[in-house]
């Protein structure tokens, strides 16, 4: 039965894939978000056939980006991509600002921290900006939390946020 062709596998691909391209979801980044090879993934859709554990991980995949884009859309009132575009920009201007009032090993950490807590831009985001999963922005967020009890880190950080975030609101 492996090399036979499913009428319902082809037929659920074929929702994947009108799926995917409403989303403007690339195929590599399918890959990334599934975890499965980019290779296989242009394999299934050339033959229109794959194991059904590759497709469940598609299927959730798509449905995860699907669920994330409301969720990015009602934080900021635009689509994923000018999201992704201010909160890049957002990023580079917190790294800016903390360029040299922390030590260097904790500027970018503490760029992300504010890019999530003060600009309210959900770790998913945050993370496809800095280029890393949701869970180190989730960690990086917690490890500046922490350094904040340190008395000098604490004070740069309070001046810092001051600064920043009465300007913008």
């Known amino acids: 039965m492996a090399n036979t062709q499913r009428p319902d596998q082809a037929a659920k691909l074929q929702r994947l894939e009108k799926k995917r391209l409403r989303l403007g979801v690339s195929l590599d980044e399918l890959a990334a978000l599934s975890g499965v090879p980019a290779r296989k993934i242009y394999r299934i859709r050339r033959d229109r056939r794959g194991f059904d554990s590759d497709i469940r991980k598609l299927t959730f995949a798509l449905r995860a980006v699907e669920r994330e884009e409301p969720m990015e859309r009602a934080s ?24 040299g009032r922390l030590p260097e090993k904790y500027e970018r950490k503490a760029a992300l921290y504010l890019l999530v807590t003060g600009a309210n831009v959900p770790s998913a985001t945050a993370g496809r900006v800095y280029g890393c999963t949701k869970q180190y922005v989730s960690k990086a967020v917690r490890q500046v939390e922490d350094l904040r009890e340190d008395p000098e880190l604490g004070g740069a950080f309070r001046d810092l946020e001051a600064m920043l975030l009465e300007r913008a609101g």
Do not use: N, P, T, Y
């Not at 909160?87 to 600002?97: E, K, N, T």
């Open 76 to 99: 900021f009132g635009v689509r994923a991509s000018g999201l992704e575009a201010a909160a890049r920009m957002a990023f580079q201007g917190f790294l800016a600002a903390v360029s």
